[in-house]
């Protein structure tokens, strides 16, 4: 300590204090998410509106009962699902990569065993189509798509050549 006795002394900046003594304060507390009251009720809100989201998609999602794929000579694919829906059947025929020659129709036909066929329409070109049938089994129904005049087969018969042909398959 001797050695000290010989400096002359220097006064401190007056900064100096106020840096020490924030060094050595405790440090204020952050903000913790986990115990904020606005964050878990605004987790709450959102968790709960979350699975509301999910109930609905889930009631409104009807699953496909059974399937067909009707397959075109020059390669296009038809591909048909029934799924229930409110008391009743809806089939959905989707296209792809179907083409039609100019000046026809593509006309879609169920067909029972042992009945005619019966028409349920026209197909919009490359378009998916939904048709209500009528709610029963559809174990044993076919589809077929015939190629017809424009608006369709006159006489309620497939007039021109079957194109594409398939069973449903049940799921």
Do not use: Y
């Not at 026809?104 to 919009?124: M, Q, R």
């Not at 017809?148 to 497939?158: I, L």
Request: glycine share 10%; charged share 10%; aromatic share 6%.
């Amino acid at each position: 300590m001797p050695l000290a006795l010989d400096l002359p002394e220097i006064a401190p900046p007056a900064s100096l204090w106020a840096r020490i003594e924030a060094a050595i304060a405790p440090p204020k507390p952050r903000p913790n998410l986990w115990h904020s009251l606005n964050f878990w009720r605004v987790f709450g809100l959102g968790a709960a509106a979350l699975a509301a989201a999910c109930l609905l998609f889930a009631l409104n999602t009807h699953s496909p009962i059974a399937v067909a794929t009707l397959t075109t000579p020059s390669g296009g694919v038809f591909l048909a699902s029934v799924e229930t829906s409110g008391g009743g059947n809806v089939l959905r025929i989707t296209p792809s990569s179907v083409t039609i020659p100019p000046g026809k129709s593509d006309e879609l036909w169920l067909i029972a065993p042992g009945a005619k066929p019966a028409p349920l329409g026209l197909l919009a070109s490359g378009q998916p189509e939904l048709i209500k049938l009528a709610a029963g089994p559809v174990t044993g129904l076919a589809l077929a798509i015939s190629l017809e005049p424009p608006g369709g087969s006159p006489t309620g018969q497939a007039t021109g050549p079957v194109i594409a042909l398939a069973k449903f398959l049940p799921i």
